[in-house]
Nanobody, 124 residues
Framework: QVQLVESGGGLVQAGGSLRLSCAAS????????VAWFRQAPGKEREFAAA????????DYADSMKGRITISRANAQNAVYLQMNSLTPEDTAVYYC?????????????????WGQGTQVTVSS
């Protein structure tokens, strides 16, 4: 099993930035990729970014590309999501997810482990 714990959410004004963290523990050697998803009230959970494989290749949702950066610190089993130029439309619960899938997973069902989420609220 793999446990994921998110942190770093909070309330920020429009135009501001936040850095989310995801700490992984357990059988992390089985993990190929880690992603961030988000779910706004009344909406489906959507993919934001992923980082995969030994080379740390990254993938971003088109809607957020250019404003977010995913990175990782292998020694700390941590993955980060830097978010800039936030707007009220970015308000959502942000989830960290991990997959053993060696493909370019971007769908919810492709991820094996999930954190509890961290709330991000952007005020106008």
């Amino acid at each position: 099993q793999v446990q994921l714990v998110e942190s770093g959410g909070g309330l920020v004004q429009a135009g501001g930035s936040l850095r989310l963290s995801c700490a992984a523990s357990g059988r992390t050697a089985s993990i190929y990729g880690v992603a961030w998803f988000r779910q706004a009230p009344g909406k489906e959970r959507e993919f934001a970014a992923a980082i995969r494989g030994n080379d740390g290749s990254t993938d971003y949702a088109d809607s957020m590309k250019g404003r977010i950066t995913i990175s990782r610190a292998n020694a700390q089993n941590a993955v980060y999501l830097q978010m800039n130029s936030l707007t009220p439309e970015d308000t959502a619960v942000y989830y960290c997810a991990a997959t053993k899938n060696t493909g370019e997973a971007t769908r919810v069902y492709e991820y094996d482990y999930w954190g509890q989420g961290t709330q991000v609220t952007v005020s106008s």
